[in-house]
C-alpha cells in the first residue's frame, strides 16, 4: 500500500493564483482530512469529510474549498491565493466508526509546502 | 468548542534526561492519541489510549491516560537525539480529531 499520497511536494503561487492540493488514499479509509500547519505552529483543520459526498468545515476553512465524489481522492482546492495562505498542508485518512464517528488513528501524507508570493 | 492544551510548548533536555509532557481537554474523551512529528516531516501516530486511567508503555516511552478522561501526558525517560520533534495529543470530537499545539523537544548531545 502507498498508503496516503499528496501532490505536488512543493508549490510556488502569485497572489491570486488558483490551484488544486492533491490527496489520495488505498487504505480505504471512510474519513479523510485536510490541515495546514504554519511555520512552528500546530495543526489547523480545513476541512474533513466522514464519507464520499460528505463534507464539513474544520476550524480555518475559508478560502478553501473540497469535495469527495470518491472514497479515495479528496482535492483540496485554492481560489485567489494570498500570502497567509503560505503554509504546509498535510492530507490524513483514518477508519472512522460511522455510528459515533470517532476517528480512529490517523495516517498522513508527506505534505505540501506551498509559498504565495 | 472542545480544546485541549499542552504544555509545555518547548522543552530543552540534556541527551539522558528525561521529558515528560502534558495534555489537558476541556471535556472528557472517548480516547486519546499520541503523535510524533520529526523536523520537517509529518505526524506519525504512536498510540491510542482509550480506558480511564489506562498506562501504555513503548520502550522508553510511557503515556498515561487520566481517570478521569480529561487529561494524559507522555513520558520519555533517558531521552536519546532521536527522541528530538515535536509530540502532539488529539482527542476525537465527533469526527475529527482535536490536537493540541504541541510540546517540541529539542535534546543536546
Known amino acids: 500500500n502507498a498508503g496516503v499520497t499528496q501532490t505536488p511536494k512543493f508549490r510556488i503561487l502569485k497572489i491570486g493564483q488558483s490551484m488544486t492540493l492533491q490527496c489520495a488514499q488505498d487504505?480505504?479509509?471512510?474519513?479523510m482530512y485536510w490541515y495546514r500547519q504554519d511555520p512552528g505552529m500546530g495543526l489547523k483543520l480545513i476541512y474533513y469529510s466522514v464519507g464520499a459526498g460528505i463534507t464539513d468545515k474544520g476550524e480555518v476553512p475559508n478560502g478553501y474549498n473540497v469535495s469527495r465524489s470518491t472514497t479515495e481522492d479528496f482535492p483540496l482546492r485554492l481560489e485567489l491565493a494570498a500570502p497567509s495562505q503560505t503554509s504546509v498542508y498535510f492530507c490524513?485518512?483514518?477508519?472512522?466508526?460511522?455510528?459515533?464517528?470517532?476517528?480512529?488513528?490517523?495516517?498522513f501524507g508527506p505534505g505540501t509546502r506551498l509559498t504565495v508570493l | 468548542g472542545q480544546q485541549v492544551m499542552q504544555i509545555p510548548q518547548y522543552q530543552h533536555v540534556q541527551e539522558g534526561e528525561d521529558f515528560t509532557t502534558y495534555c489537558n481537554s476541556s471535556t472528557t474523551l472517548s480516547n486519546i492519541q499520541w503523535y510524533k512529528q520529526r523536523p520537517g516531516g509529518h505526524p506519525v501516530f504512536l498510540i491510542q489510549l482509550v480506558k480511564s486511567g489506562e498506562v501504555k508503555k513503548q520502550k522508553r516511552l510511557t503515556f498515561q491516560f487520566g481517570e478521569a478522561k480529561k487529561n494524559s501526558s507522555l513520558h520519555i525517560t533517558a531521552t536519546q537525539t532521536t527522541d528530538v520533534g515535536t509530540y502532539f495529543c488529539?482527542?476525537?470530537?465527533?469526527?475529527?480529531?482535536?490536537f493540541g499545539q504541541g510540546t517540541t523537544l529539542q535534546v543536546k548531545p
Open positions: 490524513a485518512s483514518t477508519r472512522g466508526t460511522s455510528v459515533t464517528r470517532v476517528p480512529n488513528e490517523q495516517f
Open positions: 487504505m480505504n479509509h471512510n474519513y
Open positions: 488529539a482527542g476525537p470530537n465527533t469526527g475529527k480529531l482535536i
